[in-house]
């Protein structure tokens, strides 16, 4: 026979032959020399059915073997010459010579594979998610908040202010609009992650607690410096509290629609042509005017009723709050569980380490560059670290998460019987300020 064996005749050689059947017999029944069968059979012996793939064409000579050798040899000159240069820039590069010798340039993709080839290339970091939760619909009010800082602006004599806005999906109800001071003659700061624990402390003491809160995947919310993010203390927090955190598409701001029109809204409302004479006064006006946009400013999607008219239910979550009460409330039960679905990849640097959450874990040797796939174990509250051959490397114990950790400086002012501001303020006591007033007067006369 002039054609080749297919792949489905030479499995069945080796199954013939696996039920006992002689060469001969097979050859006469599939219609082949016995020589072939013979052949087939022992490489089924052999290799078993993998080994029955037979790759048919030329051999490879890898990657750019067809174009003149002087051309590959000067493209590898260049690459060591030039570690940082990429298949494009060689590509670049080369378009100037070809001008000049007249050669075929190879694809920016073929000029990759030689690279991959000649181990050129620098190995990439191993791409993973976070667990996503399910994305409430949100057709009970506080069943999910919207929360997001709006870019700064600046005041008169208060300074550049970036105001986190924080909305109920449901209800439309404007929960909170809080200013974040961020500089006085140029931005100085971001908001951080005392900022927004701030926020939604102040939030959810007048609120409740709601089921979700839905950000962006802003770097205070989301490690985007990772292929492989770990959840942030913010995210981890608000586990710890029983609330989720979920993140909006990326590039998707329709997904905060509402967010990003309440940030017009406020800065038309209480920031264009105003002055205020400090901080607190600014604060005080958001506060006041948040009462007129929940009960009297009539809203389109809610047939031109305000928010807490047509949601009268939504004035409250039933999840009560109370920042002395985030001690008992922070269970970490919750966060060893939604760790638990997690799984991350770190390469072990020159000293035998890897950093996971912004903490340093020694593994030891002789695992210095190695790739390692890490998981949670929840019952004994330690990461559990393999190599790509699926090795157990280590067992470390999980480092930062504590509810004090978690909870920041208001573990600290909870403990405080009575404590004094230094004048002048500074932004960290104007945050101090407004966590005080959301606790009951009988904390102050101990």
């Known amino acids: 026979m002039n054609r080749p064996t297919s792949l489905e005749e030479r499995i069945q050689i080796g199954i013939m032959a696996e039920m006992g059947m002689s060469d001969k017999a097979i050859a006469q029944r599939i ?26 064409g030329r051999r490879k000579q890898g990657a750019l073997s067809t174009f003149p ?38 694809s920016v993709a073929s000029i990759g594979r030689f690279l991959h080839e000649q181990h050129l290339t620098r190995a990439y970091e191993k791409h993973n998610t976070l667990p996503v939760p399910r994305r409430d619909p949100a057709a009970r009010p506080h069943a999910a908040w919207e929360m997001d800082a709006r870019g700064y602006s600046r005041v008169p004599d208060v300074g550049l202010v970036s105001l986190i ?127 007129f946009l929940n009960y009297q400013l009539p809203c389109a999607s809610l047939s031109q009723q305000p928010p807490l008219v047509a949601w009268s239910q939504a004035t409250h979550s039933g999840r009560a709050y109370r920042p002395e009460w985030e001690g008992d409330l922070i269970i970490l039960d919750r966060v060893w569980a939604f760790l638990a679905q997690g799984w991350w990849f770190r390469k072990v640097s020159v000293a035998y380490t890897f950093q996971l959450g912004g903490s340093v874990y020694y593994v030891g040797t002789p695992w210095q560059h190695t790739q390692l796939e890490i998981t949670f174990d929840p019952t004994e509250s330690q990461l559990v670290c393999s190599n790509e051959a699926g090795r157990l490397v280590a067992r470390c114990p999980i480092q930062g998460i504590t509810a004090q950790s978690l909870m920041g400086d208001l573990a600290a002012y909870l403990h405080w019987p009575s404590f004094q501001l230094a004048l002048p303020f500074e932004w960290a006591d104007c945050q101090a300020v407004r966590l005080f007033e959301t606790i009951p007067v009988r904390l102050n006369e101990l």
């Open 165 to 291: 806005q924080l909305n109920d999906r449901c209800s439309h109800a404007r929960l909170l609009s809080y200013p974040v001071w961020v500089g006085n003659q140029r931005c100085m700061r971001h908001p951080t992650t005392e900022d927004y624990q701030t926020a939604l402390r102040l939030a959810f003491s007048e609120w409740g607690l709601p089921q979700q809160v839905q950000v962006d995947h802003e770097s205070m919310f989301f490690d985007n410096t990772s292929k492989s993010p770990f959840p942030t203390r913010l995210h981890l927090w608000l586990l710890a509290l029983g609330v989720e955190l979920v993140f909006g598409r990326p590039r998707r701001p329709t997904d905060q629609g509402m967010t990003e029109r309440s940030h017009q809204l406020w800065a038309a409302q209480c920031l264009t042509g105003q002055h205020y004479p400090n901080w607190h006064a600014l604060y005080q006006a958001l506060q006041q005017r948040r009462d």
């Open 69 to 106: 050798a002087p051309l590959r040899a000067r493209r590898k000159s260049w690459r060591d010459a030039h570690p940082g240069w990429g298949p494009k820039t060689l590509y670049a590069e080369l378009q100037a010579v070809s001008l000049a010798e007249r050669h075929v340039l190879p």
């Open 31 to 56: 219609g082949w020399s016995v020589h072939t069968v013979r052949k087939w059979r022992r490489k089924y012996e052999r290799e078993g059915r993998q080994g029955m793939a037979s790759p048919m």
